[in-house]
């Protein structure tokens, strides 16, 4: 069966790094006989958790006047998630955020509820893609934890990291060439293992 693989932009630049890289790593899923598809965040309707608390029960959001259903219908139907964002103040950028917020509900039905959608069975991948201007040492460090939590939330395999430091750096061509062939690379595997 053909894999399905989602990118999901969280970056408003939809001509800078992170896109590049983004659509690198479909590039390579696709190469790898996957079906791919990319939702740009920015273009898209998604308000913030209103913590109303309504899917404590398990229900599903109780916010139903945006776009979040087409992403809870991604979610629980491909086989693998490139999250990509640049970094914004230290982490993921507000529109990535406000997607991951409002996936409380696969949170409280894993976590609360305890009930595991893949079962033992395999999961869904995730793959983080992030692009920060600085070369500070732990500028990805909070982005990673927020994805890692993210795909664990919605019960998906971590699986690894693209990243692209130091943006600002005149001297960017190579190291972003070199980032780019990771990303095609890592969009392969994640379609083919
Ligand atoms: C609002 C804002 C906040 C930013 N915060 C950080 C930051 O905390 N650390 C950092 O290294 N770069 C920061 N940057 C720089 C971006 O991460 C960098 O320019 C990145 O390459 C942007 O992604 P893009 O190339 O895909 O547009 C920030 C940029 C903006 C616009």
Not at 56 to 74: F, H, L
Not at 75 to 100: G, Y
Not at 114 to 139: E, F, H, M, N
């Amino acid at each position: 069966m053909t894999r399905k693989v989602l990118g999901i932009m969280g970056g408003p630049c939809l001509d800078g790094n992170t896109s590049a890289l983004l659509d690198a790593a479909l590039e390579g899923a696709k190469g790898a006989g996957a079906e791919v598809e990319r939702l740009d965040l920015v273009r898209m309707n998604i308000h913030p958790c209103l913590a109303c608390r309504a899917c404590d029960s398990g229900t599903s959001c109780a916010q139903d006047d945006d776009e979040m259903p087409e992403i809870y219908s991604r979610i629980t139907s491909v086989d693998a998630i490139i999250l990509a964002s640049p970094i914004f103040f230290m982490s993921l950028t507000a529109q990535t955020k406000a997607m991951i917020d409002r996936c409380q509900c696969f949170w409280v039905e894993k976590y609360v509820l305890g009930r595991r959608r893949y079962g033992t069975g395999p999961r869904p991948k995730g793959l983080l893609v992030a692009c920060a201007g600085s070369d500070k040492a732990i500028v990805f460090e909070p982005a990673r934890h927020v994805a890692k939590a993210f795909f664990a939330a919605i019960d998906y395999e971590w699986s690894g990291e693209v990243l692209l430091p130091h943006t600002d750096d005149p001297l960017l061509e190579p190291r972003k060439n070199a980032a780019l062939v990771a990303a095609r690379e890592a969009g392969r595997r994640i379609a083919s293992d």
